[in-house]
């Protein structure tokens, strides 16, 4: 999946200002013919309204809703589900692969494990038969039109 840079900066923002708790959202683009790599271009914050929520996310139906209208309003196609892990490597728990919508990529945002200093990270991951399985993030560093869409949106 390609992720414009504006995205990608949105959504890495967000992990790191939501530390050390778990953030959540909603990554929503373009879906071409199945010879192009699906196009995301913007990042859709929701709140993790969890008990819990240095361990796990969940989000306010209200939330969720509102995330799906400004999509369906933008045209855009919900691409990927994402949440970060704060302290601990990007890759799928148990849990997060039985919650997972499977059409959709799972994008997660966690500690760099080759890193000293504690820097984050993002992988993306397809799930299939309950096996995660790794989905290239390829980020676009051209300029993107999500800042002329969302101009009135504040998505941080
Ligand atoms: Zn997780």
Redo the contacts with the bound molecule.
């Keep these: 999946m390609v992720i414009t840079e504006s995205a990608w900066l949105s959504l890495t923002e967000q992990a790191a200002a939501g530390a050390p708790y ?1 953030v959540c959202s909603v990554l929503a683009g373009y879906r071409p013919c199945r010879h192009q790599a699906a196009r995301a271009i913007v990042n859709l914050a929701m709140i993790n309204i969890s008990d819990t929520p240095r361990h796990r996310f969940a989000v306010a139906p209200d939330d969720q809703l509102s995330v799906w209208e400004t999509i369906d309003r933008t045209g855009l196609h919900p691409l990927a589900i994402c ?1 970060s ?1 704060p302290d601990a490597a990007p890759t ?2 148990d ?2 692969i039985e919650f997972h919508d499977p059409s959709l990529v799972m994008v ?1 945002s966690g500690l760099d494990v080759e890193s000293t200093d504690r820097a984050m990270t993002c992988r993306g991951w397809l799930i299939k038969g309950g096996i995660a399985y790794p989905e290239p993030l390829i980020i676009d560093h051209r300029i993107s039109r999500s800042s002329e869409i969302f101009d009135d949106h504040d998505m941080a």
Aim: aromatic content about 0%.
């Design positions: 778990e949440h892990h799928p728990s849990e997060d997660i």
